[in-house]
């Protein structure tokens, strides 16, 4: 299983950036996808996860009502689509694929695509 995240870079504050997290070796019609993000020294914190059969979304608390998370089931990818953001939102952003329903909890994760990073200029 591979999960190739991309899409992270530079932008300032108020704009927006769209990851992609491309996805292969398996089926995840049975998945959670989701994301998180590590602030440096900090534990990964969730950030979003859609349950990739019925489309369901969840988010966290600080990045609701300005990310949106959705899938593209014929290119098998996921996408986080960030709007509004602010300088607190700079992290290592990683998708991740798990079975579990407890999807905001990264130790249900079996799978972890590698960083990228996003930054916001104030």
């Known amino acids: 299983v591979q999960l190739q995240a991309s899409g992270g870079g530079l932008v300032q504050a108020g704009g927006s950036l769209r990851l992609s997290c491309a996805a292969s070796?398996?089926?995840?019609?049975?998945?959670?996808m989701g994301w998180f993000r590590q602030f440096p020294g900090k534990e990964r914190e969730f950030v979003a996860a859609?349950?990739?059969?019925?489309?369901?979304?969840y988010y966290g608390d600080s990045v609701k009502g300005r990310f949106t998370i959705s899938r593209d089931y014929a290119k098998n990818t996921v996408y986080l689509q960030m709007n509004s953001l602010k300088p607190e939102d700079t992290a290592v952003y990683f998708c991740?694929?798990?079975?579990?329903?407890?999807?905001?909890?990264?130790?249900?994760?079996?799978?972890w695509g590698q960083g990228t990073q996003v930054t916001v200029s104030s």
């Open positions: 991740a694929a798990g079975r579990s329903s407890n999807y905001a909890s990264r130790s249900q994760y079996d799978y």
């Open positions: 070796g398996r089926t995840f019609s049975r998945y959670f």
């Open positions: 859609i349950r990739w059969s019925e489309g369901g979304t």
